[in-house]
């Protein structure tokens, strides 16, 4: 069973009276537990890719099922729900409310869950604080914290709705090196140790080195999947060999 299957997916933005084709004819499926980077130059399709997947926006055309629902038809209520039980989300600019502490941010997306009570998201809370590093910081507040601290506040927010896949819209744009990599490295630990599905977009071939699959885009089309085996890369498609 795949965790997530994309087929034959299109995406067109009107802007004006101009239509930008973003996506054209995506086909693409992975298994649970992978730690999959979209990799692409800025413009490619990563970020509409990512949205598409995540049900924050859905296709022009082609369908995309979350573990075998097709979700193409749904409502926005409808795939909200899916949204706020699966998918966690982590962004670039970290996305934290700012008047909210670390442990009230990694809270939030569970007071919209009636079926958690508040001992049970005390406990998360607790729980993802731990697993990210930062108990210490419970009671900070984002501008009181360093850029992969806010990152890591975001990582725990996105894993305590225990969501089948994370989503990571370039994780590490906004960190230096040394601190994108603890960030990678920290989400690769969570993602051997439990199994999570992380899907993560970069340009960065450092962060691409630490993913397991690959999947290249540029202007909106697929032109390589790639699976490592060790330190190699086996190709599985390539566009110009199709
Ligand atoms: P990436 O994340 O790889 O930088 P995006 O998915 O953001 O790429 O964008 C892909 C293409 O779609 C780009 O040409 C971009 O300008 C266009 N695009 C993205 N979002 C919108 C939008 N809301 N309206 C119009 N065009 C958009
Ligand atoms: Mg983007």
Known sequence: MSIVRVEHVYKDYSLGN??????????LSFERGVFLAIAGPSGSGKTTLLNLI???D?????????????????????LAELRNKTIGFVFQTFNL??????????????????DISSHERKERVAKFLAVVGLTKFHDHRPNQLSGGQRQRVAIAR?????????LADEPTANLDHKTGEEILNLMKQI??????????????????AK???????????????????????????????D
């Not at 996105?158 to 994370?166: N, R, S, Y």
């Open 97 to 114: 409310l700012p008047v909210l502490t670390a442990a009230e941010n990694v809270e939030y997306p569970l007071l919209q869950r009636k």
């Open 58 to 78: 859905t296709p022009t055309s082609g369908r995309i099922f979350i573990n075998d629902n097709d979700v193409s038809g749904r409502t926005p209520d409808q």
């Open 191 to 208: 993602n051997q140790s439990d199994g999570t599905t992380f899907i993560f977009s970069t340009h960065d071939k450092r962060v691409i």
């Open 158 to 166: 996105a894993l305590a709705i225990h969501p089948a896949i994370v």
């Open 18 to 27: 101009q239509t930008v084709r973003a996506l054209k004819d995506i086909t």
């Open 54 to 56: 995540g049900c924050i």
């Open 211 to 241: 993913a397991d699959r690959l999947v290249r885009v540029e202007d909106g089309e697929i032109t390589m999947l790639g699976i490592r085996n060790d330190a190699n890369w086996s190709i599985v498609k390539h566009r110009n060999s």
